[in-house]
């Protein structure tokens, strides 16, 4: 069984661009989430979406969308990128929309802002 | 707002012996799960241990085992006959029940094994 994959590993991108991360869930898995890590840091949340509809958001600013597919794979959008927003972004996805069980993360998307 | 507190920014630990990597964390709620990540160079996040708030009893897998002390809202992962593999950043999290599903994570622990 596939894990949860993301794409891409690396993106470099310029200041103000636009950028989209993808994630595809394990088989059977129906909530997605996504966490910002920035180096030295740990990941924070930016959103979970279950069933193709928002469940949770972080503290990030607009810039940051998310959605969710019919096929349970999700989209992160950040527009108008900043040096800041430099980071390893995790997908993480879940049975069901409550984690007690904890997530099974993907090997993210790292991100460079130029 | 939830904060959880890793004071030890790395560990070294020789091969065969036994670490304790410490974790607390602030919180005004009862009900809540806490959970010990594994992240290695591959940087995938790896569950290695979680605990329920309401049990008394410390959760064990493996050679992985936590000393969990709700008054003292402490929570330490501790590592029995440490591996070269277990070489990794160890990540403490919570989770309130009653606060949706994010996870709020600690800043981390580099651990460092010697042969």
């Known amino acids: 069984d596939a894990g949860v994959t993301q794409s891409p590993t690396h993106l470099i991108k310029t200041r103000g661009q636009h950028v989209t991360l993808r994630c595809s869930p394990i088989?059977?898995?129906?909530?997605v989430s996504w966490y910002q890590q920035v180096l030295g840091q740990g990941p924070q949340f930016i959103f979970q979406?279950?069933?193709?509809?928002?469940?949770g958001r972080g503290n990030f600013p607009d810039r940051f969308s998310a959605r969710q597919f019919p096929n349970y794979s999700s989209e992160l959008n950040v527009n108008a990128l900043l040096l800041g927003d430099s980071a390893l972004y995790l997908c993480?996805?879940?049975?069901?929309?409550?984690?007690?069980?904890?997530?099974?993360f993907g090997s993210g998307t790292r991100l460079t802002v130029v | 707002a939830q904060t959880v507190t890793q004071s030890q920014p790395e560990m070294s630990v020789q091969e065969a012996e036994t670490v304790t990597l410490s974790c607390t964390y602030d919180?005004?709620?009862?009900?809540?799960?806490l959970f010990w990540y594994k992240q290695p160079p591959s940087r995938q996040m790896i569950l290695v241990i979680r605990?329920?708030?309401?049990?008394?009893q410390n959760a064990t897998e493996n050679r992985f085992s936590v000393n969990f002390q709700k008054a003292a809202k402490s929570f330490s992962l501790k590592i029995s006959d440490s591996q070269l593999g277990d070489a990794a950043m160890y990540f403490c999290?919570?989770?309130?029940?009653?606060?949706?599903?994010?996870?709020?994570f600690g800043g981390g622990t580099r651990l460092m094994v010697k042969p």
């Open positions: 999290a919570y989770r309130n029940l009653n606060a949706g599903n994010m996870l709020t």
């Open positions: 605990q329920e708030a309401y049990k008394q």
């Open positions: 993480a996805s879940s049975l069901g929309p409550v984690v007690n069980y904890g997530y099974t």
């Open positions: 919180t005004s709620e009862s009900d809540y799960y």
């Open positions: 088989s059977g898995h129906k909530s």
């Open positions: 979406y279950y069933e193709k509809e928002e469940r």
